[in-house]
């Protein structure tokens, strides 16, 4: 190439590295004042409600019902006059009960993961599917990736939005995507080698399986490998897990939040603090509820997050009770973003086991579990019986096998320090490394057979 070509090349390609990487860390939106923040949100609010009152009658009967109108709301405080939506509500009102545009004007349809029985519709327009890439480029951008980073997807294709959202989302920084999907650890392997991959995308169970299988084949993924970030999200983990994942990947962990109700990922991600997830306020308005009585909790405590969508033209939700438990630092992040950040989610409402009349919840017996040594990557909790907890886990690579008295010792250990986290003391059952199942989408943590 000739010489003043190769500078011009170089010039364009510097100005579009700066470009790609500056787009999407929109530094006006994200480091925004809280009062310039909470005028769009009202005004947002405000659009999201008229229009729900025009075009679906769902909302416009609930509407009715609460004796709320569109202009009744002028404040952001009197978002508590509205309406909740429920997963009930919605699969109510499959498949199409709460399109705000004409059938014509979706472009993409997902549904949510879970339960028997009918799944949860989800639509996006155009401009839906847009912003919900957007979120995830700036959610990735925010923690230093550019596009000069080569990204592995092992969340699951089809119709569930982990894979596709932060696919766009990668596309949309520029990096390249590999959309290999999860499982196949061996071809995962191949890939993160042949093609450099840089960051990657998983489930924890997923991640914690995969860890183990590079240890098996003794790849050091620090030497070996040139991942730098992994986006783990989908189901709740717990500290312990995430420093177990970073030790065996050899990389840093950034939790990510989303659900399928608010787009999939990109909702809430943590930033280069590693200490919660900021929640993009542009596009969702947050409330912490008490899952009981839904009043609001006292700031910075603990409930159901409520969630109301602020851009979603397809398909806008009000108040919708997300299930999931977290609480809101109340503090400001020093990394100068104005976007609230959430607590870890510690398990969603409905998760919760009660056995022998006490709340549990399967988080704190994992927090127990990945923080002893010589415990390995999965467990399993089963109730049987009448009320009786067993709680089945695998031993670490170099386990205590033929030691008797050492493993008798470390289940009884095990045991108590379990007695202490959720008041009861289960059956700690040891299992050989890799013999409980590995699931690649979501885990199953409990089995409940319980004759009651
Ligand atoms: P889906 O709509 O199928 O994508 O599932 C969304 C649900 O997955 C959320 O409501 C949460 O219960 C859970 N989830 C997603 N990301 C996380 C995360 N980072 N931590 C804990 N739970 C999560
Ligand atoms: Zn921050």
Known sequence: MPRAFAGAARFLRSVHDDRQTTMFRDQAIETIRRSELERLQLKRLQDTVRCVAERVPFYQQKFAELGVKPEDIRSLADLRRLPFTSSADLRANYPTGLLAVPYDDTLRLHTSSGTTGKPKALFFSRQDVDNAAELCARSFVMTGVTKKDVFQNMMTYGMFTGALVTHYGAEKVGCLVIPAGPGNSERQLMLMQDFRTTFIH????????????????????????????????AEPYTEETRRKIEQGLGLDVYNSYGLSEMNGPGVAFECGQKHGLHLWEDHFLIE???????????????????MTTLCREAMPLLRYRTRDITSIITTPCPCGRTHRRLNRITGRSDDMLIVRGVNIYPQQIERVLM?????????????????????????????????????MKLQNHLAEKLRAEILVKPQVQ???PGSLPVSEGKAKRVIDNRKL
């Not at 923080?371 to 670490?396: C, F, H």
């Open 288 to 306: 912490i509820i008490d899952p009981q009585t839904c009043e609001p909790v006292r700031d910075g405590e603990a409930g159901e997050l409520v």
């Open 430 to 432: 040891f299992l050989p």
């Open 371 to 407: 923080a002893q040594s010589g415990v390995g990557r999965n467990y399993l909790i089963a109730l049987e019986g009448l009320d009786e907890m067993t709680v089945k886990v695998e031993l670490a690579e170099a386990g205590f096998e033929g030691q008797v008295e050492q493993l």
């Open 202 to 233: 998983l489930t924890p169970s997923y991640a914690l399986y995969l860890a183990t299988f590079l240890e098996k084949h003794g790849v050091d993924p620090r030497r070996d490998l040139a991942l730098r970030k992994a986006f783990v999200g």
